[in-house]
């Protein structure tokens, strides 16, 4: 089975403050997918970042940037400069890769992380 | 533009009686899925369908069930709802492969009484 976790419950922060959200994933599955999704106070779920299990490496658009470390199984997101609109719940989600496994093609979700940008 | 709708975006029921909530997509995606998120348990995976006349239970599918008789449509039927139901419901869609990016719906708040 695979799992997805995110330690950090709640993080508050003043504006301009860089935070980063933490995510460690546990799978079985040689190939996989990394996700992370952005889900503002109005609710909707919003399609951040894909990254594939044999790239690794980082990415960054705009404040945003994504550290994906296999050796440690974590896919972590940064904000830089962080801003009020940033505040929401960010989750992180893992699909598995290997066609035949169980969990093939199915996102696992974390529990996601409250992020608060106080002006 | 395409997009994923689900209708309605809230609902009000009784306990037992039969609830369908609709989600509808145009980009023409072979697969989509149904989510209930609660305080605590993140996004749950209740149903998802490969294609037409395609539908597969999820991690928690129990009092759940859905049909998938077109491309757009994945309308999913809570038989005879319970104050446990009470979620908000996201639908969501992705393109031909089974890993391809999952977009989502807006949900649909929903409140068994």
């Known amino acids: 089975a695979q799992k997805v976790t995110q330690a950090q419950t709640e993080i508050s922060v003043v504006e301009k403050e860089d935070v980063t959200l933490d995510c460690v994933y546990e799978?079985?599955?040689?190939?996989?997918?990394l996700f992370w999704y952005k889900q503002p106070p109005s609710g909707e779920l919003v399609f951040l970042i894909r990254r594939n299990s044999f790239d690794e490496q980082n990415e960054i658009s705009g404040r945003y940037s994504w550290n994906f470390q296999k050796s440690t199984s974590s896919f972590n997101f940064t904000i830089t400069a962080s801003q009020v609109v940033d505040s929401a719940v960010y989750f992180c989600?893992?699909?598995?890769?290997?066609?035949?496994?169980?969990?093939?093609?199915?996102?696992?979700f974390g529990q996601g992380t409250i992020l608060t940008v106080h002006p | 533009d395409a997009e994923i709708t689900q209708s309605p975006r809230h609902k009000i029921t009784e306990t037992g009686r039969q609830v369908t909530l609709a989600c509808h997509q145009t980009w023409n995606h072979n697969n989509m899925f149904w989510y209930r998120q609660d305080l605590g348990h993140g996004l749950r995976l209740i149903h998802y369908s490969y294609g037409v006349q395609d539908t597969n239970k999820g991690e928690v599918s129990d009092g759940y069930s859905v049909s998938r008789s077109n491309t757009e449509d994945l309308p999913l039927t809570l038989e005879s709802a319970a104050s446990s139901q009470t979620s908000v419901y996201f639908c969501?869609?992705?393109?031909?492969?089974?890993?391809?990016?999952?977009?989502f719906g807006p949900g649909t708040r929903l409140t068994v009484l």
């Open positions: 799978t079985r599955d040689t190939t996989y997918y």
């Open positions: 989600a893992l699909s598995a890769g290997n066609a035949g496994g169980t969990s093939y093609g199915k996102l696992t």
């Open positions: 969501a869609s992705s393109g031909w492969s089974r890993t391809d990016t999952q977009y």
